[in-house]
């Protein structure tokens, strides 16, 4: 099996720079060849673009795990990596996933572009917002191997599109396993409270242990203690 292809670091930043909208109006996107070179470890997925549903995202960040699932987080932190990914290899469902520019929808085309198909920097909130490297990140921050259903907090964390990007990707529990586990748990076990209004509760909940993580070293809990953190505020959201 052949190794995965990245782009050259230098190739990401032209591409960034010398933006050209007219490339992302065709089924394939034309890159120079030659910018590219293998991703040491990592064996590249034949067909997982045809695996990819642009109608759930759940199904298809689930198809991009496993197809990446030997990633090491500083290599899933690597933005040559999804850049190639995103105008490469899965550049079909790019176009179809995020289509307003490939269909002429869209009012500003650059930053439509920008904002799915490249990274502002590797930090965790551009990585979640990317529109690949997002749907890994959701997945390998949610999946627990301990559960029947590996995927069972991963189906939660898709329930609302902003959940995983703008809602745990704006704070810095979105770096921290554990943490994304226990809000997920949390809302698996009280699911009275989040039958409604679930976008609105849980950005009040990242919000709530995120002013938790400001006083005490949060990357030091397990799940458990994120739990018994929204435990406490149980009433406040029943309120929201």
Not at 182 to 205: A, C, M, P, S, Y
């Amino acid at each position: 099996m052949a190794k995965q292809p990245i782009f050259k670091t230098k190739y990401v930043q032209k591409l960034k720079t010398d933006l050209n909208e007219e490339l992302y109006k065709n089924n394939e996107f034309i890159y120079d060849k030659n910018q590219v070179y293998v991703f040491p470890n990592i064996e590249q997925t034949e067909g997982l673009v045809n695996k990819l549903d642009i109608s759930d995202d759940c199904k298809t960040a689930i198809a991009i795990y496993e197809a990446f699932e030997k990633l090491e987080p500083i290599q899933a932190s690597d933005e040559r990596l999804w850049v190639y990914l995103a105008h490469a290899d899965l550049f079909p469902y790019m176009i179809r996933r995020w289509s307003d520019v490939y269909t002429g929808k869209s009012i500003n085309p650059s930053k439509y572009i920008s904002d799915h198909w490249f990274l502002d920097s590797s930090a965790q909130s551009s990585l979640l917002r990317h529109a690949i490297a997002g749907l890994w990140w959701s997945v390998y921050l949610s999946v627990d191997e301990t559960k029947n259903d590996k995927y069972e907090l991963t189906k939660i964390l898709f329930r609302q599109l902003d959940f995983p990007t703008r809602t745990l990707g704006t704070y810095k529990l979105g770096r921290h396993k554990e943490a994304v586990l226990g809000i997920l748990e949390f809302i698996q076990e009280h699911e009275d409270l989040f039958k409604n209004k679930f976008e609105t509760k849980t950005r009040f909940v990242t919000k709530h242990l995120n002013v938790v993580g400001g006083v005490k070293p949060i990357s030091y809990y397990d799940r458990h203690f994120f739990k018994l953190e929204l435990e406490k505020v149980t009433g406040d959201i029943l309120a929201i």
